[in-house]
């Protein structure tokens, strides 16, 4: 029974409706490989082959996630994580042995980096044993604010730039030119590229930068000059990516529900109003090569996945979309399910989101997964 199962999921994954036929050689299967998952070479060896033997051909490799490298960075400090100290070199290059591997086994890497957080804890980073100083410390006016000038408490969740600051825009440009130059990776795939709500980005500073700018830029409120500004960064993204020159893909993980506009009415919805990005724009303006919006829902559930899935793929090219599914908390069945539909509305292809979070399914569903795409 379990091989008819099997063989049936696996029936359903390779069916393409003929108005959206694909070549599947051509799909982007991706996981994302998040930062925890490493500590030494061997580590991220072991993690390109398990991808290599479940027939993924791309991979978002995470580098960046408090303002910290998992690379030899010049502009941020070593992260703790690697070896429990800031600062301090691990003895060998995540970033560097990662393009190594991955593209020893024909797998494209990413390289994955969080954009806006700051940093993660209760205190402030302890970076008395790195050369390279933490922009927490040395740059606190970088942080976002709210309407009465505060910034966000730490109190173990994030601390997050203000995406609106234009120094600390600077900052992040030389940082993704270091990466994009120095590692030949095939793109920079960018995380937490929004605001943490409404709320945020409210000082009177930026008060007084949108009294400037209103009439010129034509925004209504400061939410939409925030989502405005924003998109601007997005566009000098693009631009330094192209001046450098190494035809290197530029994505965004996006909140996978744009605008509620089926009365779903579910407290995390609408990218577009709560965290005020505007990822469709984005795509519009040709700044990314594509965008993996985090639809993180089953099929038949509310948020719906499906109706998420053709929102995305028939509003924007659907070539420029690779659907984030969740591997954390469904089934395996669910996944081939939710692959099948992106297939039907002809999108790039999928993420699993991520490497580490369902450890049987690497397992248990290995040889329903080698077949994917094949």
Not at 189 to 198: A, G, T, V
Not at 348 to 372: D, V
Request: charged share 20%.
């Amino acid at each position: 029974m379990k091989k008819v199962l099997a063989a049936l999921f696996l029936a359903c994954f390779l069916f393409v409706s003929p108005s959206h036929a694909q070549d599947l050689s051509k799909e982007t299967r991706a996981v994302w490989v998040t930062r925890w998952q490493y500590k030494t070479e061997a580590d991220v060896i072991r993690v390109m082959d398990t991808l290599e033997r479940n027939n993924v051909n791309t991979v978002f490799f995470q580098v960046r996630g408090e303002a910290d490298a998992f690379y030899a960075s010049s502009y941020e400090p070593w992260s703790s994580e690697l070896t429990g100290t800031l600062g301090k070199n691990p003895g060998f290059d995540p970033l560097a042995v990662a393009v190594r591997e991955a593209h020893a086994r024909g797998i494209k890497i990413h390289a994955w980096m969080n954009m806006m957080t700051l940093w993660k804890g209760k205190s402030l980073p302890d970076d008395s044993s790195s050369s390279v100083k933490h922009i927490l410390n040395t740059h606190p006016e970088w942080q976002i604010k709210n309407a009465a000038g505060e910034t966000m408490p730490l109190d173990g969740n994030y601390v997050f730039a203000d995406p609106t600051n234009l120094q600390y825009q600077r900052h992040l440009l030389f940082v993704v030119a270091e990466v994009a130059k120095k590692y030949d990776v095939d793109g920079i795939h960018m995380d937490y590229i929004r605001f943490p709500s409404p709320l945020w980005g409210l000082s009177p500073e930026n008060v007084v930068r949108f009294e400037r700018q209103k009439k010129i830029g034509g925004y209504a409120d400061m939410a939409q000059w925030r989502r405005g500004t924003l998109t601007r960064f997005i566009g000098k993204m693009h631009t330094l990516m192209q001046k450098i020159g190494k035809n290197q893909e530029l994505s965004a993980s996006v909140i996978g529900y744009y605008q509620d506009i089926w009365g779903w009415g579910y407290e995390n919805s609408g990218s577009f109003d709560k965290y005020l990005q505007d990822s469709k724009e984005w795509v519009r303006r040709d700044y990314v090569s594509f965008i993996a919006p985090m639809i993180y829902w089953t099929i038949g559930a509310k948020p719906e996945f499906e109706t998420l899935v053709k929102d995305f793929t028939t509003t924007l090219p659907a070539e420029k979309i690779v659907v984030g599914m969740s591997t954390t908390s469904f089934s395996a069945e669910e996944t081939m399910k939710q692959v099948a539909v992106t297939r039907k509305y002809g999108a790039r292809g999928f993420s699993l989101f991520s490497f580490e979070s369902n450890a049987s399914f690497w397992t248990t569903y290995a040889k329903e997964i080698a077949g994917w795409g094949k």
